[in-house]
C-alpha cells in the first residue's frame, strides 16, 4: 500500500489561522488525494457515494462520465469547492470530507487487522506444523 494519508491535512482544514481561501485550497489537495487513490477506492464505481454529496451540494447531476474518469471528476469537484463562496458551505464539505475519510479508514483499519490475524494465526499453525515434522523425522 501507499501509505496515503489524507488526514494529514485534518489540521490545516480545522484550524482557524487559515482563511477560508486557503482551506479552499488544502480541501481540494485532500480531496484529489483520496479520490485518485486505489487504497481507498478499488473502483470507480465506489466513488459514487462519496462524489454525490458536492453533486447535491452544486444542484448538479453527477454524470456516469465522471465516474469512469477520476481526473475530470476531481477536476469538476475542485470547480464545484471553488465555486462554493458561503462560509457555512464550505464548512460542511470540509466536515462531510473528514468524516467520511474517519469512517473509510476505519472500515479498512478493522480490515487490515482481520487480515493480520488471519495471517497470524496461519503462520502459528505453519510453525506447528513444521515442529511436528522435525519431531517426526
Do not use: C, W
Not at 481507498?40 to 465516474?67: C, G, H, T, V
Amino acid at each position: 500500500m501507499n501509505n496515503i494519508n489524507p488526514k494529514k491535512y485534518e489540521q490545516v482544514l480545522l484550524s482557524k489561522r487559515f482563511s477560508i481561501d486557503e482551506k479552499q485550497l488544502f480541501l481540494i489537495g485532500s480531496i484529489i488525494e483520496f479520490v485518485m487513490s486505489k487504497e481507498f477506492f478499488k473502483s470507480n464505481k465506489e466513488i459514487r457515494e462519496y462524489a454525490q454529496f458536492y453533486f447535491d451540494l452544486a444542484n448538479e447531476p453527477l454524470r456516469d462520465y465522471l465516474i469512469d474518469s477520476r481526473t475530470l471528476l476531481v477536476a469538476r469537484i475542485s470547480k464545484i469547492i471553488l465555486n462554493t463562496s458561503d462560509f457555512e458551505d464550505i464548512v460542511h464539505l470540509i466536515s462531510y470530507h473528514m468524516s467520511f475519510i474517519d469512517k473509510n479508514i476505519s472500515s479498512n483499519n478493522s480490515v487490515s487487522k482481520q487480515t493480520t490475524n488471519k495471517s497470524s494465526i496461519l503462520d502459528t499453525l505453519l510453525k506447528e506444523v513444521k515442529k511436528n515434522n522435525e519431531i517426526n523425522s
